[in-house]
Every structure is written in structure tokens, then in C-alpha cells.
């Protein structure tokens, strides 16, 4: 089967608007208080416990893709497509994408937090201690380290073909439970997408009539060759009407008795 038909993975593509709102909202955040007495060091304790733990937890056991958080598909009944699919997530190209993820999001929050009090007026929490903006962010940075994964892994699958991942091994229940990371209520049951097959299907016959056609007219202009050949063989070869051959000078006619 192709990934393109699992209908999840498309939806794990919506993370590409989450990210730039959720960016939006930790300004807001940060800017409800001012910067504290060592807000370097702050910075390095929020981004240690909010994406390189959850990082690090994520490279061990990657983010099952079938997962949006609050619902999931259900392991137990899943295709063996679909466990198959599990199976590449283990690839390094995905590891390394998410592990790019985490790092560069230590700069980033770095910039929010020192550019923060320029939207101080519209922050939700304005007038509200230090702490307790740094704990509200910090949930919202995990969240940003779980939307960059499932929005790699989604990428990846993608732009997977079906005979790559018909021929990678697809893991058991057990092997799911044990090695990936999958919250949420297992009450997420969608349906395959068909437009692969309703593609592959019109194509054919599409290009066959085509064909068709096509020999059908080579054969129509061949044959209008054959004709007009025929027609200009015969003009060729058609008798000459009879009367003196040019430079032959005519006989004269006698005139009729009785006519002088």
C-alpha cells in the first residue's frame, strides 16, 4: 500500500501552520512578566526540560505516527501496512530531522524570550511573576518538539514508495508498545484513501484509446497515400490524344472538285 493513502499522515501535515502559532503564543507567554536575574540560565533550564528531555526520550522511542496526542489508532487493530509503516521510523533520516528540531529550538526560544517584552501590552498572563510564565512555556515547547517530529516522520513517509515499505518487516503490538511513544485514546479509526487506485485505473484505458486512435489514423493517411500514388501513376500513363507531333508541318487538304 502506499503511504500517500494513510489519511493520519496527511493530517500530521497541518503542524507546519501549529508550529508558527504555537511560536506565536510562547512570545505571549514569555512577555507576560519581566526578564528574570539570570535569564540565560533560565532559558538553558526551560529548553533542558521542555525539548531535550522530551528529545532525548524521542530518540529512543520515536512518536508513533498513528498518535495526535488526546487520540490514536488502536495497536491492536491496526493493518500490517500500518505496522509496517512503524517499522521506518526508525530510519536515521528521521532521528536526525527531529534531533535538528530540538537544537535549533534553543536559539529560537532564546530570541522569544529577550524580544518578548515588545508584545508585554498583549500578553494573556501581563503582570504575572516569572515562574509562572516559564511554566506555562514549558508545555508549549514540548508540544512544539512533538509537532516537529510527527511532522518529519510525516514528510518521510510521504515520500516513501509502496515497495519500500512492502518490504520493510512490520512490528507486533508488543514491539509497538514497547519501542514507540503512542498517547491518547485508541478510538481513531479512518479509512484509506483511493485515489491512487481510481488514478492507475484511468490512466490505462486513457492511454489505449490514444493508441487506438492513433494507429487508426496512421493507417487512414497511408492508405490516402496509396491512392493518390495510384491516381498520379495513371494520369502518367494515360494515352496522348492523336494530332501532329510538334515541328511536323501539316498536310494540305485538296479542295473539293467543282470548288475553284
Do not use: Y
Not at 506565536?24 to 514569555?30: A, R
Not at 507486533?172 to 491518547?184: F, K, V
Amino acid at each position: 500500500m502506499s503511504p500517500r493513502r494513510e489519511p493520519l499522515l496527511w493530517l500530521q501535515l497541518l503542524a507546519i501552520g501549529a508550529i508558527p502559532l504555537e511560536l506565536l503564543l510562547l512570545s505571549l507567554v514569555l512577555a507576560g512578566s519581566d526578564l528574570g536575574p539570570v535569564p540565560a540560565l533560565e532559558r538553558l533550564l526551560c529548553w533542558g526540560m521542555a525539548a531535550l528531555a522530551p528529545g532525548l526520550l524521542l530518540w529512543r522511542q520515536p512518536a508513533d505516527w498513528g498518535s495526535l496526542l488526546l487520540v490514536r489508532v488502536p495497536l491492536e487493530g491496526r493493518t500490517p501496512e500500518q505496522r509496517q509503516l512503524s517499522s521506518l521510523q526508525d530510519h536515521a533520516v528521521v532521528r536526525i530531522g527531529g534531533a535538528i528540531g530540538v537544537l535549533a529550538l534553543l536559539p529560537l526560544f532564546w530570541w522569544l524570550d529577550r524580544d518578548a517584552l515588545l508584545v508585554e501590552t498583549l500578553s494573556p498572563l501581563h503582570g504575572s511573576a516569572r515562574l509562572t510564565c516559564l511554566l506555562v512555556a514549558l508545555p508549549l515547547l514540548a508540544l512544539l518538539v512533538w509537532h516537529w517530529h510527527q511532522l518529519i516522520q510525516s514528510v518521510w513517509f510521504l515520500s516513501r514508495s509502496a515497495e519500500s515499505v512492502g518490504s520493510s518487516t512490520p512490528l507486533d503490538t508488543t514491539a509497538l508498545m514497547r519501542s514507540r511513544i503512542s498517547p491518547g485514546l485508541s478510538v481513531l479509526r479512518l479509512s484509506a484513501l483511493e485515489w491512487d487506485s481510481v488514478d492507475a485505473g484511468a490512466v490505462e484505458p486513457e492511454q489505449s484509446s490514444e493508441e487506438k486512435k492513433s494507429s487508426e489514423l496512421d493507417a487512414e493517411i497511408s492508405e490516402r497515400n496509396v491512392v493518390a500514388a495510384a491516381e498520379a501513376q495513371g494520369h502518367d500513363s494515360a494515352p496522348q490524344t492523336s494530332g501532329p507531333e510538334e515541328g511536323e508541318p501539316e498536310e494540305p487538304t485538296e479542295p473539293p472538285p467543282g470548288s475553284a
